[in-house]
């Protein structure tokens, strides 16, 4: 099973994961992290459809992925 961590308080918002997610798995959250930016979140109902691509980690400029595989 695979587990997707975005870390809330290093996103900084930039949407690049949730643009480049062939599953769109990933989302940006209503609420704010200490920083003031919405940070991305997971979908958790679509995180089973998760194929382990790497293009969100790969993205992230704020290194703030994680996929692990359980
Ligand atoms: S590893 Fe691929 S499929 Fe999984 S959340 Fe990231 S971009 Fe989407
Ligand atoms: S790519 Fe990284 S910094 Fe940008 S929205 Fe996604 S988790 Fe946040």
């Known amino acids: 099973m695979i587990k997707i961590n975005i ?3 290093r996103c900084k ?5 949730v643009i480049v997610c062939p599953k769109d798995i990933i989302i940006m959250s209503e609420h704010l992290n200490s920083a003031g930016y919405h940070p991305a979140i997971k979908i958790e109902e679509k995180e089973k459809d998760c ?3 790497g293009k969100c980690y790969q993205m992230c400029p704020e290194v703030a992925i994680e996929i692990n595989k359980e």
């Open 7 to 9: 870390d809330q308080e």
């Open 13 to 17: 918002g930039c949407r690049l994961c």
């Open 51 to 53: 194929i382990a691509c």
